[in-house]
């Protein structure tokens, strides 16, 4: 398996719809694999394609804790196929925002469709904490970040920050080659 880079905003790439895959086939079932090596190591608690620079419509996800077992799930093509009314709000981070974070509100339960790792299609409901981070990873496959829910201020702030960071890393990476 690979740890694969996590592209960084503001980057274009992060800003690009991904296109659905045609069929799970070992190439796109290694690339899940490799997602999620990358997640677990980051770490994070979800990965989209886009993040990794493959604009393709693939997912991975796992919300399980540090001391429970891994329960990985991967997703090809997913669909929100139903929303609840009811709203939550909950703090969110991004692999690709590093150390910012937002109070995001979107629906508190959903239903899904997506082939899974084996090809198959799965259909299932998902709330609380996963049903937020499905919804934060969907939003990636569209070009979209938890950011642009935020007022223009808030996500200016945020961007700027980011690009400082951006800087900082380039000289030290610079300096680390001298
Ligand atoms: O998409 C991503 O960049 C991954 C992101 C997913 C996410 C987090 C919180 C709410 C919605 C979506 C992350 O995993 S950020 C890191 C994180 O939340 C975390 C890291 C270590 C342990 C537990 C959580
Ligand atoms: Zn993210």
Known sequence: MTVLPIILAPDPILKTKAVPVQTVDTKISQLMKDML??????????????????????????????????????????????????????????????????????????????????????VREASGLLATCIQHELDHLQGILFIDYLSSLKRNIILRRLKKLKKINVKTEMNKSR
Do not use: F, H
Not at 92 to 109: A, H, T
């Open 37 to 122: 090596e990358t997640m677990y190591l980051a770490p994070g608690i979800g990965l989209a394609a886009t993040q990794v620079g493959v604009l393709k419509r693939v997912v991975v996800i796992d919300i399980s804790k540090k001391d429970q077992l891994n329960e990985p799930i991967c997703m090809a093509n997913p669909e929100i196929i139903w929303s609840s009314e009811e709203k939550v709000t909950r703090e969110e981070g991004c692999l690709s925002l590093p150390e910012q974070y937002g109070e995001i509100m979107r629906p508190d339960r959903i239903k899904l469709r997506y082939i899974d790792e084996n090809n198959e299609e799965v």
